[in-house]
T-cell receptor, first 111, second 116 residues
Framework: ELKVEQNPLFLSMQEGKNYTIYCNYS?????LYWYRQDPGKSLESLFVLLSNGAVKQEGRLMASLDTKARLSTLHITAAVHDLSATYFCAVGYPGTYKYIFGTGTRLKVLA | DAMVIQNPRYQVTQFGKPVTLSCSQT?????MYWYQQKSSQAPKLLFH???????NEADTPDNFQSRRPNTSFCFLDIRSPGLGDAAMYLCATSRTTGVPLEETQYFGPGTRLLVL
């Protein structure tokens, strides 16, 4: 059974600081996604990572994938208030078109 | 613009009164998903359709049913809603091309269900 864990669950940080969110998964997968969710809203796709060593960057967010360690990271550089949201990783279930979501990380950036 | 549409955006129902949520898509994607998301939790997959093939998750209660009459539409039926079924229900679509980069899920805006 595929299990996906994120840490931390909650993250409160000052503007301008850097931090990393971690996503661990239990079985091999060929795809990993990062999503952002604002309160009361749906999910917004941020990144798709497909291969070992993949790195994607958009603005102050950078995602990477280590398939050998079954680990993905979402790095936040010089955080700003607008990044406050909940971030989810989702891992493709091998051999299917199902996706299992991580527990989510609720990020609050303090001015 | 091609998109995933959910109706209604907010639904209030009474305990035990059947309710249907709808999802439509203009993306012509062959896979459609229903997720349940409770407050401060991750989305939980209830079931998905791969073309016409229905795939139910083992832990999805029998109270939840789904219909997909054609490629564009998918419905979630809750036969006897309980208080514990209050949640955001998210519909998503994807297409199968054999190229993982092209198989991203697209989410609708969600329907928030309140059970009184």
């Amino acid at each position: 059974e595929l299990k996906v864990e994120q840490n931390p669950l909650f993250l409160s940080m000052q503007e301008g600081k850097n931090y990393t969110i971690y996503c661990n998964y239990s079985t091999t997968s060929d795809r990993l996604y990062w999503y952002r969710q604002d309160p009361g809203k749906s999910l917004e796709s941020l990144f798709v990572l497909l291969s070992n060593g993949a790195v994607k960057q958009e603005g102050r967010l950078m995602a990477s994938l280590d398939t050998k360690a079954r680990l993905s990271t979402l790095h936040i550089t010089a955080a700003v208030h607008d990044l406050s949201a909940t971030y989810f990783c989702a891992v493709g279930y091998p051999g299917t078109y199902k996706y299992i979501f991580g527990t989510g990380t609720r990020l609050k950036v303090l001015a | 613009d091609a998109m995933v549409i959910q109706n209604p955006r907010y639904q209030v129902t009474q305990f035990g009164k059947p309710v249907t949520l709808s999802c439509s898509q203009t993306l012509n994607h062959n896979v459609m998903y229903w997720y349940q998301q409770k407050s401060s939790q991750a989305p939980k997959l209830l079931f998905h359709y791969y073309d016409k093939d229905f795939n139910n998750e083992a832990d999805t209660p029998d109270n939840f049913q789904s219909r997909r009459p054609n490629t564009s539409f998918c419905f979630l039926d809750i036969r006897s809603p309980g208080l514990g079924d209050a949640a955001m229900y998210l519909c998503a679509t994807s297409r199968t091309t054999g190229v993982p980069l092209e198989e991203t899920q697209y989410f609708g805006p969600g329907t928030r269900l309140l059970v009184l």
